[in-house]
Nanobody
Framework: QVQLVESGGGLVQAGGSLRLSCATSGRTGSPYAMGWFRQPPGKEREFVAAISWRGAYTQYADSVKERFAISRDNAKRTMSLQMNSLKPEDTAVYYC???????????????????WGQGTQVTVSS
C-alpha cells in the first residue's frame, strides 16, 4: 500500500506560479511511477504529467507542456509539480497518483494508477 498526500494548492493570479508537492508513505520499497491528474469544475479528471521511477522519463499533456515541470525525490519520497504561467483554465482539483509497486514506467492513463491522494485545489484568477 502507498499513501499519498498533496499540498501546495491555492489561489493565484493568471501568469503566476505554484508548486504542488506529493508526500508518499507506506510500503514504498519497490519502484513505481507517479503522475499528476486534475479535475476542472464540471469536467472529467484528466492527465497532467507523469514521471518514471528514476525520473528519466517524463510525459506531459499538451495543454501544460513548456509551463509545468514534474520531478521526484525518491530519497525524500516526494513528487512535485512546478506550475508556471498559470491560466484560468488550469483551475482544478489536482491529484497525485502512483502506479502499483514494481510498475516503474510512466503512464498517462488513469486506469494504470492504483493509489490516489485526496486532491488539492488550484484556482487561477483572471
Amino acid at each position: 500500500q502507498v499513501q499519498l498526500v498533496e499540498s501546495g494548492g491555492g489561489l493565484v493570479q493568471a501568469g503566476g506560479s505554484l508548486r504542488l508537492s506529493c508526500a508518499t508513505s507506506g510500503r514504498t520499497g519497490s519502484p513505481y511511477a507517479m503522475g499528476w491528474f486534475r479535475q476542472p469544475p464540471g469536467k472529467e479528471r484528466e492527465f497532467v504529467a507523469a514521471i518514471s521511477w528514476r525520473g528519466a522519463y517524463t510525459q506531459y499533456a499538451d495543454s501544460v507542456k513548456e509551463r509545468f515541470a514534474i520531478s521526484r525525490d525518491n530519497a525524500k519520497r516526494t513528487m512535485s509539480l512546478q506550475m508556471n504561467s498559470l491560466k484560468p483554465e488550469d483551475t482544478a482539483v489536482y491529484y497525485c497518483a502512483a502506479r502499483s509497486l514494481d510498475y516503474a514506467l510512466a503512464s498517462a492513463y488513469q486506469s494504470d494508477y492504483s493509489y490516489w491522494g485526496q486532491g488539492t485545489q488550484v484556482t487561477v484568477s483572471s
